[in-house]
């Protein structure tokens, strides 16, 4: 029939009794076979077509045994109770193989074409025969699109290979508890990008964990972080300033604004028209006249934030002219009092120094354009995976931090020519803790939301996608992980977290993922069109190894001791909101 299988009486299990769309039990009359059999395991179901066979995995086995009145042979004829097992086994169907396809020869694809007929015979597909058919599936994908992540579980010469373009095009999502191997999945896929000539990704690193892939001769990636409090004065470049006037009108109001001020509508106008001007006198000095006629509040054009502090002082103190000149209550006179406050507060704060005291460059008209030549653009002293540590920002405003940034790159790539355009991947690490699901967030998180759910639906166009990292599936954005094409599923313990990935599956994969729970570290399941077999995958460790958060506990408190210099150190970190290593001092 093909010569890619070939069945005999030893892989033969039994016959087809019931079909429920995609689900089909069968019938096992070979009770020898039926020891061998596990979950996740392949059958092979045949068709009305001899160049056709049905592909599926084992979902479920079960025997149950039944009592029948025989009659019994040896002992008289008598009338006796016999045990009968019934063994049966659930299997979902996955794919099509065809052995003849109009010019091609072995051919597997995703999805049933037809439904199984009763009585059609199965096999399992083991030993010679699963060998061929893993190669047919790692050979199905093009030299130039494959992204090797690990190996098939039950073949363990089998690569598990995604087609890279699939997974990066439509957004994809890496979810699992902690500890399952999330950030090592991470690290895997950055390896494997690394070694394009001109890989894209930015990756938002809440915790400085992938620091060590961007330290030594082999690194893979270029740091850069996002200014602490004790980087103010700074002058290293990989150290980045998102500046006040990147932020748009909105994600601005969103931190100073106090919607439940009664002079709330008043700040917020008075604050927009200032902005307006102070943005319009920068085009005006610069002789940017092409852009004066067209710029908007939201156009990120620098200004001083100074002058705007200035400016609202003069609203608030200035008084009205009434009748015969005499002074009265001027008509914001008061009413914008707390909001300088606010904004003030935050102004002078170190922590939030990377947003309102950046350094002098960072308000020349040009510095934009240098901040995205080092996040977007190319240079061959670089590498092209960026990995931005955003440990030190504090975590209120972690969610417009990130979001401001993928606004401004995803903004980048929406105004440029689109025959210019190479797409890029901002891959989201920890994201339940800036891109929580709507009813929870606050109107910070809202804001980073916006920009994010708008990547995640029109990125796609502009080549822009997301890869979603999350411990707590059930705490993100439902919005954004159901953008997500591809997920990579690790070990879910969580009834709730599970339930989720349930929901984001088609119905036919829903069984699949019972096994979530019982994923082994570092073994996942790859849902998506990025790959044929949605089966067991154990993932390859990668050469660079993150730095682990977890402690090993038992270990330590055999090993080490605690240092009393180190707790003097960590309370002047504390201090001075700047985490100095002790050999730095
Ligand atoms: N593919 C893998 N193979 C073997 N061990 C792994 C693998 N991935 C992770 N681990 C182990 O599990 C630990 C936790 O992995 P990590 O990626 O930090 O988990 P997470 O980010 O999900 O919390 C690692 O320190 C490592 O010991
Ligand atoms: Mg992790």
Known sequence: MSD?????????????????TSQVFIDVHNSEIMTKLGVGHLVAIKSYSEYQLLIGTIEKI???????????FESDDELVYQDHPNDIVKVVLIGTFK????????????????????????????GDNLQNFMNLISEGIRDSERLKIGHFINDSTAKAILNGDKFFQRHASILGSTG??????????????????????IVFDMHGEYSPLTKGNDKIAEGFRIAGPGDLESTDKNVIFLPYWLLNREEVLSMILDRNDNNAPNQASRFTLHIKNLKENTLVRNNKEQILKTFTVDSPIPYQIQDLLMKLQ??????????????VKGEWEGKLTRFISRLEAKVSDRRYGFLFQPPEQALKYDWLEQLLYMLLGYSSERKGIKIIDFSEVPSDVLPVVTGTLARILYEIQFW????????????????????????????????????FERISKEGR???????????????????????????????????????????LMPDS?????????????????????????????????????????TKDFWKEWSKNKPKNESISQAVENLRAQSRKEESEV
């Open 4 to 20: 890619l299988f070939s069945f005999d009486n030893q892989n033969e299990l039994g016959m087809v009794m019931s079909v429920d």
């Open 62 to 72: 079960s025997r149950t045994v039944t009592e029948k009145l025989e009659f019994e």
């Open 99 to 126: 052995s003849v396809d109009g010019e091609k020869r072995n051919v597997f694809k995703r999805g049933a074409d037809t439904f199984p007929q009763i009585d059609s015979e199965s096999y399992l597909i083991e």
């Open 180 to 201: 399952s191997g999330k950030s090592w999945c991470v690290a895997t896929i950055l390896e494997k990008a690394s070694q394009l000539d001109f890989p894209n990704l």
């Open 314 to 327: 003069d609203d608030d103190t200035r008084k009205g002219v009434g009748a015969s000149n005499k002074p």
């Open 416 to 451: 440029m020519d689109s025959n210019h355009r190479t797409p890029f991947t901002i891959l989201c690490d920890e994201a339940h803790l800036y891109l929580p699901i709507k009813e929870d967030a606050n109107s910070t998180e809202r804001q980073a939301l916006e920009n």
């Open 461 to 503: 166009k502009y080549g822009v996608s997301l890869l979603v990292v999350s411990q707590r599936p059930s705490d993100v954005s439902k919005t954004i992980l159901s953008q997500c094409n591809n997920f990579i599923v690790l070990r879910l313990t969580n009834d709730r977290d599970q339930s989720v990935v349930k929901k």
């Open 509 to 549: 994969m829903k069984g699949i993922t019972d096994c979530l729970p019982l994923l082994d570290t570092g073994e996942a399941l790859v849902l998506g069109d990025s790959i044929l077999l949605p089966n067991r995958i154990k993932l390859d460790v990668p050469k660079i190894k993150p730095d682990s958060m």
